[in-house]
T-cell receptor
Framework: AQKITQTQPGMFVQEKEAVTLDCTYD???????LFWYKQPSSGEMIFLIY??????QNATEGRYSLNFQKARKSANLVISASQLGDSAMYFC??????????????FGKGTLLTVNP | EAQVTQNPRYLITVTGKKLTVTCSQN?????MSWYRQDPGLGLRQIYY???????DKGDVPEGYKVSRKEKRNFPLILESPSPNQTSLYFC??????????????FGPGTRLTVT
């Protein structure tokens, strides 16, 4: 079974609107972290936001927020007030922190977001 | 400025010609890792290192070697590159403890083409 599932290969949103990118995860660890990265066409990986499994509040970073639903094992990224510069590939990733873990990030296959003017 | 650097950024080479992609970080991170990114597959870990002289295989280690002789450097070595190693490669680093534990810094990527 895939550890990180991003079911939306592509998404479109109008400029200034909000958009939600879906991510579900699968782990039996109690301690883990969830990450979202942005990859523009230039190729670099840009860290957006992090949510720890023990964090009770949803993480927020500027226009980015993470809708963390632990029981459903989902960690959706919400981008508010979309901008043209938000057009990029978005990756959800998980790091399992149990003993013996190598702390690697397991990535989903990504969602390509296009912001229309 | 805190950063992870990779060199070269772009490389076109031929099958069988040994090459090294360098990775260096200036944040005194214990943990370093190499990933490859292929279309439709996301990023997959190749090798990782918990500290100097401590390295281990990730999910797709075949055809690659690494070394960690100094804390800041973690080169990726392809002894005999093949076309299926054509990919976008990322080096990443982080602390293993402390408040910045969650921050994984990525290098800018190396686009490798093996013909």
């Amino acid at each position: 079974a895939q550890k990180i599932t991003q079911t939306q290969p592509g998404m479109f949103v109008q400029e200034k609107e909000a958009v939600t990118l879906d991510c579900t995860y699968d782990t039996s660890d109690q301690s883990y972290g969830l990450f979202w990265y942005k990859q523009p066409s230039s190729g670099e990986m840009i860290f957006l936001i992090y949510q720890g499994s023990y964090d009770e509040q949803n993480a927020t970073e500027g226009r980015y927020s993470l809708n963390f639903q632990k029981a459903r094992k989902s960690a959706n990224l919400v981008i508010s007030a979309s901008q043209l510069g938000d057009s990029a590939m978005y990756f959800c990733a998980m790091r399992e922190d149990s003993g013996g873990s190598n702390y690697k990030l397991t990535f989903g296959k990504g969602t390509l977001l296009t912001v229309n003017p | 400025e805190a950063q992870v650097t990779q060199n070269p950024r772009y490389l076109i080479t031929v099958t069988g010609k040994k090459l090294t992609v360098t990775c260096s970080q200036n944040m005194n991170h214990e943990y370093m890792s190499w990933y490859r990114q292929d279309p439709g597959l996301g990023l997959r870990q190749i090798y990782y290192s918990m500290n100097v002289e401590v390295t281990d295989k990730g999910d797709v280690p075949e055809g690659y070697k690494v070394s960690r002789k100094e804390k800041r450097n973690f080169p990726l070595i392809l002894e005999s590159p093949s076309p299926n190693q054509t990919s976008l490669y990322f080096c990443a680093s982080s602390h293993l403890t402390g408040t910045s534990f969650y921050e994984q810094y990525f290098g800018p990527g190396t686009r490798l083409t093996v013909t």
